[in-house]
């Protein structure tokens, strides 16, 4: 009697971009398969979902390696706490270093003066980098 291998037996893949990365690692650890992730900050997928996957969808053997990258969602910024009475300019330029877009408007007792009385979100606050900052100034 002879007896032929086929090889490995093949493994289909899905593509699990856009979908929870817990379900795909159990997934594909359950099919045998090699699993790494890392995660990086996005815009535009939900924390908790694969961004992208190495290799895609399609066949692959038990033991084979399958990358993923999962989303931490956005990345979030602190608002500054020291604001308050800080010159309109100084106050742009530390927002904009920071990533963030700056809006200016006159606060309800508007003076001439310059200075920044309040801003929105608060100080402390955590926001999306690149969120718009509202500061009021006197």
Sequence with gaps: DLVVSRGPQPVHVADWTGRSAARAEHVLGRQQLDV???EQYSDQVPEGQVISQDPGAGVLHHGDSVSLVVSRGPEL???PGNLRAMGVAAATQLLESLGFTVHVEHADLYLGLGYVASSSPSPG?????????TLRIV
């Design 36 to 38: 790494h992730a890392s």
């Design 125 to 133: 606050d955590r926001v999306p980098k690149g969120s718009t900052i």
């Design 77 to 79: 910024v602190q608002v």
